[in-house]
Every structure is written in C-alpha cells, then in structure tokens.
C-alpha cells in the first residue's frame, strides 16, 4: 500500500436503505397505493388471514418499523373512501 493511501479496512459502505421511524413509515405507506390496492381487492372485506398477508407485505415493502395498528386505522380511512378512491 502507498504511503497516504487509505485502507478499505474498517470503512463500511452503507448499502441498506434508510431507516424511517415509525411514525415516518406510516407517512410514507399513507403516500402509496397499497392501501388502496388492497381495499379494491377486497372490496368485499377481508379476514385476518389477509390482514396478516397485509402487514407481511408492508413490511416487505421496507416500512418497518411501523405500528400496524395505525396501519389499521389508515386502512379504514381508505376503506370509508372506497368506492371513490
């Protein structure tokens, strides 16, 4: 190694995506279309087994941590708007 070059060794490369509090993930679902996906796809309603299925894929999608009982709440928001959204 060159005398003044830095060594890689120690520096870490952030590659994860940023990490968003709670409160700023729910903003952030809130500004998708998933909400309102899942609504249309379950214009019916929908059982525990899809809400499971729900919060699964929010969480997959990168908005954790989240707190799904405020996802619950948005949910009906969008839910109450259906079949205008």
């Known amino acids: 190694m060159k005398k ?8 870490s490369v952030l590659s994860q995506a940023p990490e968003y509090t709670a409160e700023e993930n ?3 679902l809130a500004n998708t279309s998933i909400l309102e996906v899942f609504v ?5 309603g929908w059982d ?25 709440q948005l949910l009906e928001g969008v839910k109450a708007g259906y079949p205008n959204i």
């Open 40 to 44: 249309r796809e379950n214009k019916d």
């Open 26 to 28: 729910l903003q952030r």
């Open 4 to 11: 003044g070059s830095k060594s890689k060794t120690g520096t």
């Open 48 to 72: 525990h087994e899809k809400w499971l299925a729900l919060c699964d894929k929010i969480t997959e999608k990168g908005y954790a941590p989240i707190d799904f009982d405020k996802v619950g």
